[in-house]
């Protein structure tokens, strides 16, 4: 069993950064794909990043290409999200997930475990 904790999300104006953290604890973190979802308000759950067990291999929605940036550490269990250039549409529950190394872009089907959330709010 995997357990996931995020933190680093907060309020910030359009324009700004932010950059979230995942710990991963009670699993073999370098098992697993990782990645992060985004829920808003009133929507469904969506991919955002995602990142391969050896970190060579990265994936991003099309509404964050060039403005995030995922990463990961195998030796402290812990991948990133580097949030840059945020607008007021990317306000929403950030979730860290673990996923098979086999999926490209996870579906929240592929999900073996998730994190339990850290709000983002982007002011305009």
């Known amino acids: 069993q995997v357990q996931l904790v995020e933190s680093g999300g907060g309020l910030v104006q359009a324009g700004g950064s932010l950059r979230l953290s995942c710990a991963a604890s009670g699993g073999t973190f370098s098992s697993y794909a990782m990645g992060w979802f985004r829920q808003a308000p009133g929507k469904e759950r969506e991919f955002v990043a995602g990142?391969?067990?050896?970190?060579?291999?990265?994936y991003y929605a099309d509404s964050v290409k060039g403005r995030f940036t995922i990463s990961r550490d195998n030796a402290e269990s812990t991948v990133y999200l580097q949030m840059n250039s945020l607008k007021p549409e990317d306000t929403a529950v950030y979730y860290c997930?673990?996923?098979?190394?086999?999926?490209?872009?996870?579906?929240?089907?592929?999900?073996?475990?998730w994190g339990q959330g850290t709000q983002v709010t982007v002011s305009s």
């Open positions: 997930a673990a996923y098979s190394h086999f999926i490209v872009v996870p579906t929240i089907a592929h999900v073996y475990y």
């Open positions: 990142i391969r067990w050896t970190g060579s291999s990265t």
